[in-house]
């Protein structure tokens, strides 16, 4: 039996994630019984949104090759905050746990680093939590990091039974994604929320391994991709001022941050320069939307939503 090291980025984003870590990954011969290493020796930045998708990569590597993958981090300076950064974003709490993923050395040996806010972190849900853990769970872990950076979210919204009530989109929108993904999906799903002061960004990633936006609503409305599919669930509650994927979504991009939606093979890319067109609800007729926000990848199960949004001036305050 031998190894097949697959290198990881020097800076590890999202772009990165799906540009070259998963087509190096997708050349491996399924029928291979080499040991898959994912090898972090060059890597000295790993950004936030990469971690919730890691975490789903894991338990898919283990569903294509039956066997765990493992993670090589070696005891460089580069590495010590490498390991220091996915401890304190809450990585190495799931990574085998949860994930399948086997370290070829204790990842907590060597650490170096600052902490990061409390706030911020990773939070897992599996199929055997009840609703009323993943509520908790919303409640005590996701809730406060939103009501922190994202004050601005606040709005009068309605309920399933059409009553109004004062809230915040982000926390329902959450709360709904994540029960979804209990309720509909029958997947695990990762959560990553962190507020980095350097270059004044707010992220939030989520991720689950479940059938996709096109075995979904996909299927209800006939959708004949998986990039009508991921539209149909943008606007499937725009007519209503509740707290779907389309409010969210045009709060993000009016306040020049970007949403990134992958399912199974496809990614869609919102943003400030598509407002009119997003509002108008023609992406589909729009060729530079088609052309540049739209992207195919190799396969990658389940939902993968991504937001990144500039930090509000007042979030200073609370330190």
């Known amino acids: ?71 090589y981090i070696p ?18 709490r799931y990574a085998e746990k949860y994930s399948g993923f086997e370290f070829v ?19 897992c849900f599996s199929p055997e939590n009840t609703l009323t853990e993943i509520n908790s769970g919303v409640r005590y872990c996701v809730n406060p990091f939103i009501e922190s950076f994202f004050a601005g ?10 009553i109004t009530q004062y809230g915040n989109l982000m926390q329902f929108f959450l709360s709904e994604v994540l029960t979804n993904c209990h309720d509909y999906a029958k997947s695990i799903s990762f959560t990553t929320m962190h507020a980095r002061f350097t270059n004044r ?10 059938p996709g936006f096109i075995n979904t609503i996909g299927r209800e409305r006939a959708c004949r991709s998986e990039l009508e599919a991921i539209l149909a669930g943008v606007y499937k509650q725009r007519k209503v001022k509740d707290y779907g994927l389309y ?15 992958h399912s199974n093979d496809t990614q869609v890319i919102f943003t400030e320069r598509l407002l009119e067109h997003f509002i108008k609800g023609d992406l589909l007729r729009c060729q530079s939307f088609l052309d540049f926000n739209v992207k195919r990848s190799v396969y990658y199960r389940g939902v993968h939503i991504e937001i990144e949004i500039p930090m509000e001036a007042k979030s200073n305050d609370i330190f």
Do not use: H, W
């Open 247 to 261: 409010s969210v979504i045009l709060k993000i991009i009016k306040q020049k941050g970007k949403v990134r939606i």
């Open 75 to 92: 005891e460089t300076r580069n590495a010590e905050s490498v390991k220091n950064y996915l401890n304190e974003i809450g990585f190495l």
């Open 153 to 162: 979210f606040e709005e009068c919204v309605y309920d399933d039974d059409g």
């Open 105 to 123: 050395s204790s990842p907590r040996i060597g650490m170096f680093g600052s902490s990061i806010n409390p706030l911020c972190g990773t939070i």
């Open 1 to 71: 039996m031998g190894i097949e090291f697959v290198d990881m980025p020097v800076k590890f984003s999202s772009y990165e994630f799906y540009n070259t870590l998963l087509p190096e990954l997708e050349e491996i011969d399924r029928e291979s019984e080499n040991d898959i290493v994912l090898d972090f020796s060059q890597t000295d930045r790993i950004e936030p949104l990469v971690i919730p998708n890691l975490l789903c990569l894991g338990r898919l590597i283990y569903s294509r090759y039956r066997r765990r993958a493992k993670i």
């Open 201 to 210: 960004m707010v992220y939030v990633g989520v991720s689950d391994i479940g």
